[in-house]
Each structure stands twice: as C-alpha cells, then as structure tokens.
C-alpha cells in the first residue's frame, strides 16, 4: 500500500516563501509528482523527480531524498494566484499514481 | 502538448440514473487512461485502469458493475456510473498515458457530477 502525508493547510504572506513538506512510504517508486490545483479544477503539473537532489523551475523548486521518503516543493515569491492545493502524488511500482490529501496554502496580502 | 478532453464538464442527474462521462486523447493515442474520483477537500482516489481494447482493473473498493469503463479506441474511454445515488456525487477527473514515457500522464479537465 501507499502511505503520503503532507500538511492540511498553510499560510503565508504574498512575495514570502512558502515549504510544503511530503513524506511517504510506498510499494515501489518511480517519480514523485507535485501538482497545483484550483478549486473545482483538474490538477495541473509542476514538477517530477525521480533522483535525488533539487530541481529547480522559476519560482518553484523541488526536492526528493529517497532514502528518506521525502520530497519537499518550495513556493518562492508568492503571489495571491499561488493560493491552491497543492497535491503531492508518488508513482509506484505499478506506475499507478498515488496522492497525498493536499496542502492548502493561503496566500495573503 | 498532448491534451485531454472530457465530456461533459457537469451533470446533474436524479437519483437511479445512468451517467455516461468521456475522456478523449485529442493529439495522442492513449494506450493506457486512469479514472480518479474527487470528494469534496479530499485528494484524487484511483478507481480504474484501462486500456485500449481490454477489460478495466479496478482499484479495491471501486464497484466494477457500477462504475462501467469502456476503452474502445486509442483515444477514447467512458466511464459511466449506473444507477447514481447522491453518494456518487464527486468530481470524475481521467488522465491518459501515450505509452512513451511511462511516468507521463496527461489529466483532462475533470466532470463534475451532482446527484440529486
């Protein structure tokens, strides 16, 4: 089975940085995904990592450690369009995607 | 880029009604297409598989003879629920896979179903 947890909700102030953390425990791994998604609206891609280390894409950042089961997505410069869930989703063995509940991030003025 | 489409964006239906929703590969041959179902503040639950011209393998939990997925061409998949309670009100969202890379899925616009 599949295990992924991240936090419920976060807030934070607009032009700061924002770290949305995910850990998981899963049956097989073959990527881990994050996605942005707006109320009522299908998940759009962000990232994918498959190694170790941080990509890097504009103001978003992703990170993995697979010995650690972690991965982390670094909102950087918020801006009030940012306010999202944000959905951490891993594809295991089976090439089945599995998501986390989402992190809904807040973003204020 | 590859895009995915689905039809209808919404439906309202009485209780004990059929509803058929589709996804459609507009660019790309899906060899493989996922349907997930969204409840309210929850995350994306896997509830089938399908590909092109075989039967669907569906998640635990997930009713094969109620939630009915057909994958008849490279390019389209139906999923139709029968006999819809108020339960199955849900947000339907399918994403299909070109068979290239394996960890690329392309996800449609999602449906929105009501039950009334």
């Known amino acids: 089975g599949q295990n992924i947890d991240q936090p419920t909700e976060m807030t934070a102030t607009e032009g700061a940085i924002v770290q949305i953390n995910c850990t998981y425990q899963?049956?097989?791994?073959?990527?881990l995904f994050w996605y942005q998604q707006h109320a009522g609206e299908a998940p759009t891609f962000l990232s994918y990592?498959?190694?170790?280390g941080l990509e890097e894409k504009g103001r978003f950042s992703s990170f993995l450690s697979r010995s650690k089961g972690y991965s982390y997505l670094l909102l950087k410069e918020l801006q009030m369009k940012d306010s999202a869930s944000y959905l951490c989703?891993?594809?295991?063995?089976?090439?089945?995607?599995?998501f986390g509940a989402g992190t809904t991030v807040t973003v204020r003025a | 880029g590859a895009v995915v489409s689905q039809h209808p964006s919404w439906v309202i239906c009485k209780s004990g009604t059929s509803v058929k929703i589709e996804c459609r590969s507009l660019?790309?041959?899906?060899?493989?297409m996922f349907w997930y179902r969204q409840f309210p503040k929850q995350s994306l639950m896997l509830m089938a598989t399908?590909?092109?011209?075989?039967?669907?393998?569906?998640e635990q939990g997930v009713e094969k003879d109620k939630f009915l997925i057909n994958h008849a061409s490279l390019t389209l998949s139906t999923l139709t629920v029968t006999s819809a309670h108020p339960e199955d009100s849900s947000f339907y969202i399918c994403?299909?896979?070109?068979?290239?890379?394996?960890?690329?899925?392309?996800f449609g616009p999602g449906t929105r179903l009501t039950v009334l």
């Open positions: 989703a891993v594809l295991g063995g089976d090439y089945k995607l599995s």
């Open positions: 899963t049956s097989g791994f073959n990527g």
């Open positions: 994403s299909a896979h070109d068979g290239r890379e394996l960890h690329t899925q392309y």
């Open positions: 399908s590909n092109e011209g075989s039967k669907a393998t569906y």
């Open positions: 990592n498959v190694l170790d």
């Open positions: 660019d790309f041959q899906a060899t493989t």
